[in-house]
């Protein structure tokens, strides 16, 4: 994966929004998001590491610290909260082969691998169907452009126009 394509901005995302850490991970941006850490760690891992804070945890965003560093996030839904970092931070959501580079289970950029070497690992439908692999060099995960490939275009593209329909959130 060429590092130019990866997005430059880092989040953090607090434990209430880690259906948003997934998406923004999916989208190409470094997305920290850990469940179990104190206000304190939180602060001090987003300074330190300067990064952006995602959250719904308005005494949170009271913080000296953190002013100035930090979107409130004002929906319950995934879908809302895309499109709040889209106006707001003026966040790209859009996801090709080029930015779908993160691993959505850990955050870190994710490697091609040759077929040969993901067929064994893969279902024998999926081998025999695809040929471009990327996989998680910390966790193991792979990921391939399935049929999900195709939900996720027409989910944003639903974010992107603004549309009032109900998407559910995944």
């Known amino acids: 994966m060429a590092q130019s394509h990866i997005p430059k901005q880092t989040f953090f995302v607090d434990v209430m929004l880690g259906k948003l850490a997934r998406w923004l991970r999916i989208l190409g941006y470094d997305t920290a998001y850990e469940r179990n850490m104190t206000d304190r760690a ?3 891992r987003v300074l330190n590491e300067q990064r952006w804070l995602l959250t719904r945890d308005r ?3 009271q913080r000296k610290a953190i002013r100035g560093r930090f979107t409130l996030i004002r929906s319950d839904f995934v879908t809302d909260q895309l499109r709040q970092l889209r106006t707001e931070l003026q966040l790209r959501l859009a996801i090709d082969e080029e930015t ?3 691993c959505v289970a850990c955050n870190h950029i ?4 040759p077929s040969a070497q ?6 024998p439908f999926v081998a025999q169907h695809y040929t471009h692999f990327t996989g998680c060099p910390n966790c193991g995960q792979l990921y391939w452009a399935g049929t999900h490939w195709s939900h996720l275009q027409q989910r944003l593209k639903l974010v992107n ?4 329909n109900q998407v559910p959130d995944q």
């Open 118 to 123: 993901a067929d064994p690992r893969v279902p």
């Open 110 to 113: 994710l490697e091609n691998i």
């Open 59 to 61: 005494y949170l965003v």
């Open 100 to 102: 779908l580079c993160r």
């Open 161 to 164: 126009l603004g549309s009032t």
């Open 42 to 44: 939180i602060v001090d």
